[in-house]
């Protein structure tokens, strides 16, 4: 992690680099990202991220359930992708990782749990 880059710039890196991520393993990026950088945390909420297919599906409960089960296995799948990603990033290891998505609202929320306090490396 560059010591020259500011919290602000940090986000808006790894905001990019979960774009990017979606599109090549999921096959749409979202259509927004917004990442907080907090103590040893990093979350990371997308809006509107579900497929023209996945909209169609999520008609009824099963397709909701469908829906889920899907996408958690592919976070699962490309958890080590994931990870590398944020050392390479922040320099710092993820200790654990938690996702979920609204059917209802189109949105995601992954958050990644530091081996340390990212956070503070931005205060003076």
Do not use: N, Y
């Amino acid at each position: 992690m560059s010591l020259s880059q500011t919290k602000g710039q940090l986000e808006a890196k790894i905001a990019t680099a979960i774009t990017q991520f979606e599109r090549e393993h999921i096959g749409r990026g979202p259509q927004e990202v917004r990442v907080w950088i907090l103590q040893d945390m990093i979350l990371v909420r997308m809006k509107r991220v579900l497929t023209p297919a996945e909209q169609k599906l999520a008609r009824d409960r099963e397709g909701h359930r469908l829906i889920k089960e899907v996408r958690q296995q592919l976070i699962e799948g490309s958890r080590s992708i994931l990870d590398e990603m944020i050392l390479h990033l922040t320099e710092m290891s993820v200790v654990s990782l938690h996702c979920d998505i609204s059917i209802k609202t189109g949105e995601r929320i992954i958050v990644f749990t530091l081996a340390e306090d990212l956070e503070s490396k931005f205060r003076a």
